[in-house]
Structures are given as C-alpha cells and as structure tokens.
C-alpha cells in the first residue's frame, strides 16, 4: 500500500529501571505481539548489562521519618555551638543574658584521696 498508516507506539511508557519494568512496559505497549516484543527487549538490553531483575523496594514511610530525624540529630549535635552563638546573640540583642557554651573541659590531674 503506498499511503498505509504508519504504527505510532508511545515511548514515554517504556520504564527501563529493571528488567521486569522494561518486560511489563513492552507488553503493554506492544499488546501480546510477542515477536516485536523480544526483540524490541533485545534491543534496549544490549546495551545495558547492569540492570536489577525487579526494581528496588522503596522506604517505607517509617524509615523515611527515621532516617530523617536520624539526620537532624546528627547536623543538630554537630553544630551545637553554632545553635548555641546564634541564641546567645539572638539573647544579646534582646538584651537578656546569653547562656554559655555546654563545653566544658575536663579535669587534668585528681589527686589522690588520703587513705584514713
């Protein structure tokens, strides 16, 4: 046929992030013609040797907050004194006594107790 319509596929529907994600996107996309199918499969996976099997569980809701909060703790330790200077000079401006820095140095040498 000189003027046939020409096959349009939506590629944007193919999701190359495991090799079941490309599997299922080809299927869908290529409905049940399983001879275009694997060699269109063929084609991307050539050149893409490191790809997961089944895409990766994400983070549950849980270990998301966890690992946030785990995260702000540890920035928040990290900069103590810097959390610390800014409300002493945010106490200095209002004119109220700054507070000091938690710091404190240990004792150098304890004597001895006597013995009784």
Same mark, same amino acid.
């Given at each position: 046929?000189l003027f046939a319509k020409k096959?349009?596929?939506?590629? *944007?529907?193919?999701? =190359?992030?495991? /090799? *079941?994600?490309?599997?299922?996107?080809?299927?869908?996309?290529?409905?049940? *013609?399983?001879? =275009?199918?694997?060699?269109?499969?063929?084609?991307?996976?050539?050149?893409?040797?490191?790809? +997961?099997?089944?895409?990766?569980?994400?983070?549950?809701?849980?270990?998301?907050? /966890? =690992? =946030?909060?785990?995260?702000?703790?540890?920035?928040?330790?990290?900069?103590?004194?810097?959390?610390?200077?800014?409300?002493?000079?945010?106490?200095?401006?209002?004119?109220?006594?700054?507070?000091?820095?938690?710091?404190?140095?240990?004792?150098? *040498?304890? +004597?001895?107790? +006597?013995?009784?």
């Open positions: 046929m096959e349009y596929h939506n590629m *944007d529907m193919i999701r =190359t992030s495991s /090799k *079941d994600a490309l599997k299922r996107s080809l299927m869908q996309m290529y409905q049940g *013609d399983v001879a =275009t199918m694997e060699r269109m499969y063929d084609f991307y996976m050539k050149d893409m040797e490191k790809v +997961p099997d089944f895409d990766p569980v994400p983070p549950s809701m849980l270990q998301q907050a /966890k =690992t =946030t909060i785990g995260e702000l703790f540890g920035w928040a330790d990290a900069n103590q004194d810097k959390l610390v200077g800014a409300y002493n000079l945010f106490r200095a401006i209002r004119s109220g006594e700054p507070i000091s820095s938690v710091s404190a140095a240990p004792i150098a *040498d304890v +004597p001895p107790l +006597p013995k009784l």
